[in-house]
């Protein structure tokens, strides 16, 4: 899908009450291949399918990021979560805790996808509480990838215009839902023994550790 060439590629969206019309019209450029720059509970994303890997290729190649650089998917549920990797104990207790929320759950990868989606054997799952991304995931029959609205090496955009500035008309819509400047989403690896931080973000590895403390 080639994108639009002028900036009426943006719509103004409400990330706790997404109006219908807006999410409709992004899943069907969605489900024509299209590249879109969302809202999530923490920073904005870019999103594409992740059953064509070309698409995946294409968003690495607008952010001219390696593709030996993994990417998290967007998930629907729990069961996504054993659908797409192996859940160890710390896994569980962690996902039980804080998802859906701004985490990233790394685990032992069930599924073949090329890189960046499975690397090293190990895939990236977020289930987001983001109203948006839930609701074009309902709506939806694939899953989206969940990685940085930013050229590699720039900073994370923190509004649609600086957004813009990065990636012009390279993204067939911009879903604006104001500035984000929070904390970005905790990365968390448990694909081994004992769970590992790879990013501290929006839940800390104090909260982290307390909640496998707990019985």
């Known amino acids: 899908m080639k994108p639009n060439k002028t900036a009426s590629n943006i719509r103004r969206i409400n990330p706790l009450h997404p109006e219908p019309d807006i999410l409709k019209e992004t899943l069907q450029i969605l489900t024509d291949n299209g590249i879109v720059m969302a809202p999530t509970e923490t ?7 992740i059953d064509f890997p070309g698409l ?3 968003v690495y190649d607008i952010k001219n990021r ?6 998290a ?5 729990f069961d996504e979560i054993n659908k797409f990797g192996m ?7 962690i996902a039980e805790t804080f998802l859906p929320g701004p985490m990233t759950l790394v685990v032992e990868a069930r599924t073949d996808y090329p890189a960046p989606i499975v690397i090293n054997g190990k895939i990236g799952l977020r289930f987001s509480s983001s109203k948006i991304i839930t609701q074009l995931l309902a709506q939806s ?5 969940a990685t940085s609205a930013n050229i590699s090496g720039k900073n994370e955009p923190e509004n649609i215009e600086e957004a813009r500035k990065q990636f012009g008309d390279s993204i067939n819509l911009y879903l604006d839902a ?6 970005s989403s905790t990365v968390v690896d448990c694909s081994g023994e004992t769970y590992k ?5 929006a839940i800390s590895n104090e909260d982290i550790k307390k909640s496998l403390e707990m019985n």
């Open 178 to 183: 104001g500035p984000l400047n929070g904390p």
């Open 43 to 49: 920073k904005y994303g870019l999103l594409t399918r």
């Open 73 to 77: 998917i967007f998930i629907r549920s």
């Open 66 to 71: 390696p593709l030996s650089i993994p990417t």
């Open 141 to 145: 029959d694939f899953n989206l990838t």
């Open 56 to 58: 995946v290729k294409n």
């Open 197 to 201: 931080i790879l990013r501290e973000g």
């Open 87 to 93: 859940v160890n104990a710390a896994a569980q207790k």
